[in-house]
């Protein structure tokens, strides 16, 4: 009852069938088993990709597995909280437990929070991959995050279709598929060896009561920074020190911070530095839709990046300072 | 008609990797714009799933097994052969990392690949209405670290719609 009344206060600004098209897509994007090709554009390039997506309702499990049809071979596989990403064979470990973060757009309170920066809206129908799709627009209220069309499946609710763009309407990311096929049951790539335990996947937390060094002993990291000024909607999602971010053939501790405002999302990394060596601080970088800037303080080195414009990042990165 | 049959002849040949880099981009550029080549490149596909088993019959979601898995299976690159002749036992350290890696589960790995994002300076509105130009940045293989890290604790808000590793997988700038 509660939630038909919240739902009720938001016809207004946003109606019940967005909210319904993005929680169909939610649990689509979940829990469907799939195989398909896509193709993704992004900075100039257009991307061949291929994907198999499973979901193992017994273990609450979804997994995935895409590779890159021209090019560089490039994959990610990832399940059980565990991520595999490999560059032309070449294998690159994440952070342990990749912990799949609670799943967005699965309440009213989701929209209701993302309301004050987002307007949703319903375009029309238009036909991809062969199916009769819904099109929704996201449009951002200001000039800190980007917006979206998604294109949704009548049916299956399965987004099959979707373009990231800023302000001045222009298309940053988008990615399309190709063709499409819905499986009955978890895809067999997926149902062999799946050998990671849950105790390989630990919880994220605010705070690391401690963490294995390399020789065996335990260390405590606490958390040293916070941002004095997040951009309007955004609010920390998680915050962590990592002991062993490895760049550069180097371990180095990490304290890594994730930022979101709903829908966009923002990483800040801070890290200590002895020498002067790249990237220079003060740099903004762009890779599609992705915008990345650093900025030094006193012996440390911020570096925020993220699906964000770059007022986002900027003051993300200027905003720096020791917590209390 | 002789159109239509010249573009079925290089989707084909697309979907088989026959292409030069050039052709391949245009063919790609139009099959965004273009409904009918999407139907008949998905027409292609169903035909080519039935006729052929050519994803693996296993993939081991295990960290270490996967790791091994493709160190042992992909040839590298000349250049890298040359790196490994030098680095000796590269393979071996790499599958040593990865054990490392299946329990403590932190490594990442350098990559060898240079590549180059856009640096062009861009004008930046703040919040206070300050325009500002701000200059180069970093290449592709200095953001990877962070960006990889960004996607894989990202990838649980999927609010944007769509697994963000699709960032990772699509990129590849030469």
Known sequence: MLALLLLWSLTSVA?????????GMSQALQQLNYRGELVYQSGGEI?????????????????????????PKRSVVRGEGAVHYALNGEPIELQSGATLLPFKFSSVEDLQRIEPYYQMRIEGKERIAGRDTIKLQVVPRDHYRYGFRLWIAEGSSMLLKSEMSNQQGEVLEGLMFTSLKLLPSLPQEFTLHN????????????????????DGSSQSYRLQWQVATLPPGFSVVTARVEPHFVMEGREKVVEHHLYSDGIASVSLFIEGVTTGGEPEPGEISHL????????????????????????????????????? | MKSRT?????????????????????????????HELQQQWQRYHLVRDELQHHL??????????????????????????EKVAVTSGWRRQLAAVAMVASVAGVALIALFVTQNVERSGVPITVASGENRTEKAGASLQQMRPYLVNHTALASGLRSQGFSPYVTLVGHHRQ
Not at chain 1, 196 to 212: I, M, V, Y
């Open chain 1, 288 to 324: 599609g839709a992705i915008t990345m800037m650093t900025q030094s303080y006193d012996g440390y080195r911020a570096t925020v990046v993220g699906e964000v414009p770059p007022p986002t990042v900027l003051q993300i990165a200027r905003s720096v300072v020791l917590r209390e």
């Open chain 1, 15 to 23: 109606d019940e069938q967005s909210f319904r098209l993005l929680e």
């Open chain 1, 195 to 214: 050998t990671l335990s849950p105790q390989q996947t630990p919880e994220r937390g605010a705070e690391q009561p401690g963490a294995k060094r390399s």
């Open chain 2, 6 to 34: 010249m573009d079925q002849e290089s989707l084909s040949a697309l979907m088989d990797d026959e292409l030069t880099l050039f052709e391949k981009h245009r063919q790609l550029t139009r099959l965004m714009r273009d």
């Open chain 1, 47 to 71: 991307q061949s990709v291929r994907i198999i997506h499973g979901f193992a309702p017994e273990r609450a499990s979804e997994y995935e597995m895409m590779e890159s049809l021209n090019g």
């Open chain 2, 56 to 81: 693996p019959q296993q993939f081991s979601l295990d960290l270490a097994d996967s790791v091994a898995a493709v160190v042992a299976e992909e040839p590298l690159p000349q250049s890298e052969v």
